[in-house]
């Protein structure tokens, strides 16, 4: 039986072959190769069967895979950034990047970066993975609408979070360890970024709070890496407008956001877009969000009738 997932995934995977079917992917790829714009990527926790997949498409398409520091240089220098060019990055550490991306990055020579919640890593798994799953021990509202955690001041949330970690154990771990966040940081395809202390939202934090997510996990992650840690990525994405002064005077370069467009130096260094990649996506999707192709299709399906009913709901990740 169907689970609404694979529904959701079917549904991707049409809408997928249509977009290309219009020769848009073809149009983008051309755009990208006489543009000087950086295509950033982030993934989760992919299989290595779509990795692998998704990176070929752009070594077979001819593009350049830029370095975290290759993109800072080129902001510091002012230098335009390489036509076909793509950044790939991670967000979170998971666990299995281990065995499914880093074997691949090592073959191919391939920089990544990782972006990594310190207070994540020593509990070993997400808050909100552990909240998901424990939902019915949460106190209410959360226990009825788990997804308020996302929304409430980082105070409450902490604490909420807290007491269920004290209630009910986190078992497996599904987030890197430090050792294996020191080990990776020894590749030299590998830079290490901090993705917050909490994995908490920028938004929903207080002035203080801002600051210690900022600057107690860069000095942690530097101790734990040995390297600077010039790069944050914002969790679920989620800025505002003090965030690129609190990086600024902790010593970071550069900020990245889940804006959907291709990086160029007309960017603010604190607000970086970057694409998502779907990790149970096809690769035809998956190509689609690459380009920023995505997101204007679906939210034009979704506003036409009759198809409203049905994709709007399939379609929503
Ligand atoms: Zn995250």
Redesign the pocket.
Known sequence: MLNGRSVRNIAAWMTATSIRATGAIDRANENATETNCTLGLYFHNPSRDLFVRIVNWFRKHGYRFLSLNDLESCFNTATPLPKSSVWISF??AWRRNLTEVIPVIQDWNLPVTVFVPTEEVRRGRFWFTHAARNADALPEPFRKNVSQLWHVPESTRQRVVAGLFESISPGDREVMCVAEITEIAKLPQVTIGS?SVN?ALMPNCDEEQLRKEINDSKRDLEQWSGRPVRAFSY??GDFDKRTARVLSEAGYSLGFTTQEHAITLADDRYYLPRFSIMDDGSLTENICHAFGLWSPVVNAVKATRPHREFLSKELNY
């Open positions: 967000d979170d993705h994995h969790p679920n």
